[in-house]
């Protein structure tokens, strides 16, 4: 019997921190036990791409593909793949897989797991045509649509979502960092009747323009003081002095969010700006519940999310837009 063709893809490929991503053809790998390998359709670009492939990780698997917002048809499925058919179209996130065993794990905090794999960090991610994932830390999506609309729901909007969550009933919100995190959560907060408050790059008026019309009441530097103390603030900026500013803004018994996976050192600051039960959380990953619930949500909802294409030999082009600020809303590849 003749062997069965290879089903060849094309990635972009990062050999060493700092580099530029590499276009590369490869025969597509064949799904393992539990995998589902997709035909990705989309991929968006997430800041914590870019801190993978600037070297602001630690010990990312090399050479890796990057790109954790996958949106893909299911093209071939492993042996014990459940639950999917071949065609249907899927989400993939950043929490690849995990152990099923740590502490944490069986205490309902997956996404702390002592031994997971992340999609795009340290297993290979979506910025190619193809992408093998474990069938069991995917997600269903919508037949329809557009499908690079659908990709910054997958970890711009659920990054998004937990750190709302860790927010409480916040009835003000200060968003930190006006990108693809904050215009999708923006959005949901909005529509939970909570009022934002953005902080954008001091002088980026277009940021600014931006927030207000995803609703936010008010927009200014993230060098200046809200027009009122807030309940709560969520950072994705990954700017550490921007904690202590954080803290000022808040009212007693205030949170202050960190949503990003990376932040530059927190410069010290006084007692007294943290005083008042004030407190400061990190959003670390996510758990399949956060997913199950938020891609429920978002079209509930109707999250409407501001993208930028990009052909997936342009991905270098779309880090470095990000990287510099010169984006509206988020990136996303086309293969
Ligand atoms: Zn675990
Ligand atoms: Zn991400």
């Known amino acids: 019997m003749a062997e069965a063709k290879p089903t060849i893809m094309r990635a972009m490929v990062l050999h060493r921190p700092g580099a530029p991503l590499v276009l590369e053809e490869r025969a597509a790998p064949e799904p393992g036990d539990h995998e589902l ?6 991929c968006g670009v997430c800041r914590t791409d870019l801190h993978v492939v ?11 593909v990057p790109g954790h917002e996958i949106v893909g048809r299911v093209d071939a499925m492993g042996p014990g793949a459940q639950g999917f058919s071949i065609g249907q179209r899927v989400g993939a996130p950043w929490l690849g ?17 002592d031994d997971p794999l992340f999609t795009g960090y340290t297993r290979d991610g979506g910025y190619a045509t193809h992408a093998v994932v474990d069938a069991s830390y995917c997600f269903p999506l919508p037949d329809e649509g557009d499908p690079a609309a659908l990709a910054p729901l997958l970890c711009a909007g659920l990054i998004g979502w937990r750190s709302l969550k860790m927010a409480g009933d916040a009835r003000t919100l200060g968003i930190y960092g006006f990108g693809a995190a904050a215009h999708i959560v923006a959005q949901v907060a909005k529509a939970q009747g909570r009022r934002i408050f953005a902080f954008v790059r001091p002088g980026d008026d277009a940021a600014r323009q931006f927030a207000l019309s995803l609703g936010a009441v008010w927009a200014g530097g993230s ?50 700006i943290l005083w008042g039960e004030r407190k400061i959380v990190s959003v670390a990953n996510l758990t399949r519940d956060d997913a199950r619930e938020f891609l429920t949500l978002a079209p509930r909802i109707g999250v409407d999310t501001h993208i930028v294409r990009y052909p997936l030999e342009k991905a270098n082009e779309a880090l470095s837009d990000l990287r510099e600020g010169r984006l509206q809303g988020a990136a996303v590849l086309i293969p």
């Not at 600037?54 to 890796?64: H, M, T």
């Open 223 to 272: 060098n200046q003081g809200p027009p009122e103390k807030l309940y709560a603030a969520i950072i994705f900026a990954p700017v550490g002095a921007l904690v202590p500013r954080a803290l000022s803004a808040l009212r007693k018994g205030g949170v202050v969010v960190c949503g990003g996976i990376h932040m530059s050192d927190i410069p010290s600051f006084p007692y007294s």
């Open 54 to 64: 600037d070297g602001e990780l630690p010990d990312p698997k090399l050479p890796i």
């Open 97 to 113: 897989k995990t152990c099923g065993c740590c502490s944490y794990c069986l205490g309902g905090h997956e996404n702390l797991c």
């Open 37 to 42: 390998r997709l035909r990705v359709e989309a």
